[in-house]
C-alpha cells in the first residue's frame, strides 16, 4: 500500500470485510519480516461496547489477527490504556478482548501498567509508555468519531492511549492539539485500520451512533484523518493537530493528492456531520471549561443533554467550572474532583454523566425552590 492510499470497504460481514480489506491492502507485505514484533492499537477509551459508537468493533480485531496468523505473522501483542476515569483491565472485559486474546493467542499490554520514558518530539518533550516503543509494526485501529474537544478523533489522537495517565491530564493542560500533534513524531503509526462502522459523530464516548457499515485502511495517519475530517464534513484546518502533523512532516493532509479505492457498495450516501457538533457547542455553552480530561468533559455534555430534554437548562444561568485549572480555586458551581472547593460540585474523578445530571437538577431545584432543600 502506497503512502498516498485511501481503501474503504462496505458491507456488514465485518471480520470478512477486515480480510478482504486488508488483502486488498497487502499488509503482509509491508511488514519487514515474520519475527517483527506488531503491536494493534485498539481505540477501548472505556466500559462502552462497539455498537454504541465510541470503541473499535472486536470483529474488526479479530479478523486483523487471524489475517496476520494466516500469512505466518505470530509475534503479535494488542497495547490500550484506558482513558482517565476508568481501568483498561476492566475496560478490555466489558469490550471482550479479554475473550479474543484467548481464542488467538494473543497477550494484551495494559498501558495503564507500563513504564514510561521521556521522548523529544520536535520541541516537546513527551512522556510516551516504554513498551509502546518496543513495537516494530505499529497497526492502529481508531474509531472515526466526532469528539467535543478537538472536533474529530481517528489515527493521530487515538494515540494517546499509549501514554500514561499523568501525561493524558497534562495534553489537556496544554490544550490538546499541539501534543497530539507532537506524538506523531514520537508513535510511528505504519498501518491504519479505521473502524467507521457506526461511530458516533457527536460525542467521544458514544451514544448516538451512526450506522455506515464502512471500513477505512491507510499508511499515513495524516491524511487519513483528513479524509475523515471530508467525511464528517468538517474542515481540516479546524482540526489544528492534523495541521500541525502535516507540518512536523508525519504525512500530507492534502486529499487532492491521495488516491481513493472503494470496495463494496454504499447503502446510502455518506452522512455527514448533522449539525451535531453545533448542538455540542451550544451546550458547552453552560461551561467554563480549563484544562478539562476528555473523560470529565465527554461525561458533562451528555447530563447537560439530559437536562435540555427535561427543560430545566435554560434555568442554569450559572457557568458549570469544569478542568485541572480550577484545582485550589473557589467557586460557585463545579463538577469533578478539581472543582472539591466550590460551594456546589460533585465529586469525582471523573463523576458520570449520570451522577452529573442529578447533582445539576438537584442544584436548580434548590435555587428555585430554596424551601425544598
Known amino acids: ?20 480489506l486488508l488483502a486488498q491492502a497487502s499488509l503482509a507485505s509491508m511488514i519487514p519480516s515474520k519475527d517483527t514484533l506488531i503491536g494493534i492499537k485498539p481505540n477501548l477509551l ?12 472486536p470483529e474488526v480485531v479479530a479478523g486483523l489477527i487471524e489475517y496476520l496468523q494466516e500469512n505466518g505473522f505470530q509475534n503479535i501483542v494488542i497495547l490500550e490504556g484506558s482513558w482517565v476515569g476508568d ?25 495503564q501498567k507500563d513504564a514510561y520514558e ?33 472536533r474529530i478523533t481517528c489515527a493521530l489522537k487515538n494515540m494517546k492511549g499509549l501514554i500514561p495517565n499523568s501525561e493524558k491530564r497534562r495534553f489537556h493542560r496544554m490544550g490538546l492539539h499541539d501534543p497530539i500533534g507532537h506524538l506523531s513524531l514520537g508513535l510511528h503509526q505504519n498501518f491504519i485500520l479505521v473502524d467507521s462502522i457506526c461511530g458516533d459523530l457527536t460525542f ?23 479524509y475523515g475530517c471530508y467525511l464528517l464534513g468538517i474542515p481540516v484546518d479546524s482540526v489544528p493537530y492534523i495541521t500541525t502533523a502535516a507540518g512536523l512532516g508525519v504525512g500530507c493532509c492534502d486529499l487532492s493528492e491521495a488516491k481513493i479505492t472503494v470496495l463494496g457498495e ?55 467550572c469544569i478542568g485541572q485549572g480550577y484545582r485550589g480555586k ?13 460551594q456546589h460540585t460533585v465529586a469525582g474523578c471523573p463523576p458520570t454523566e449520570t451522577q452529573m445530571y442529578e ?14 432543600k
Open 359 to 372: 447533582f445539576l437538577k438537584r442544584y436548580l431545584q434548590e435555587k428555585t425552590f430554596p424551601d425544598s
Open 46 to 57: 472505556g466500559q462502552v461496547l462497539a455498537k454504541e459508537g465510541a470503541t473499535t468493533h
Open 87 to 111: 481501568t483498561t483491565e476492566e475496560t478490555i472485559k466489558y469490550c471482550g478482548y479479554d475473550r479474543i486474546c484467548e481464542t488467538y493467542g494473543v497477550p494484551f499490554w495494559d498501558m
Open 266 to 320: 454504499r447503502e446510502r450516501h455518506v452522512e455527514r456531520e448533522r449539525g451535531g457538533y453545533r448542538h455540542v457547542m451550544k451546550l458547552a455553552e453552560k461551561a467554563e471549561e480549563v484544562d478539562s480530561c476528555s473523560a470529565c468533559y465527554a461525561y458533562l455534555i451528555p447530563a447537560l443533554l439530559m437536562l435540555e430534554e427535561d427543560g430545566l437548562l435554560e434555568q442554569l444561568e450559572e457557568k458549570i
Open 118 to 150: 521521556e521522548v523529544e518530539c520536535s520541541g516537546l518533550r513527551l512522556n510516551i509508555c516504554k513498551h509502546a516503543r518496543e513495537i516494530e509494526f505499529l497497526i492502529n485501529v481508531p474509531v472515526l468519531k466526532g469528539h467535543c474537544q478537538t
Open 204 to 226: 467521544e464516548d458514544g451514544g448516538n451512533p451512526v450506522e455506515q457499515n464502512r471500513l477505512m485502511a491507510a499508511a499515513d495517519p495524516v491524511l487519513c484523518d483528513a
Open 330 to 342: 473557589t467557586g460557585e458551581l463545579g463538577v469533578g474532583n478539581c472543582t472539591k472547593r466550590f
Open 1 to 20: 500500500m502506497e503512502k498516498n492510499e485511501i481503501i474503504l470497504i462496505y458491507g456488514k460481514q465485518y471480520k470478512d470485510m477486515t480480510r478482504e
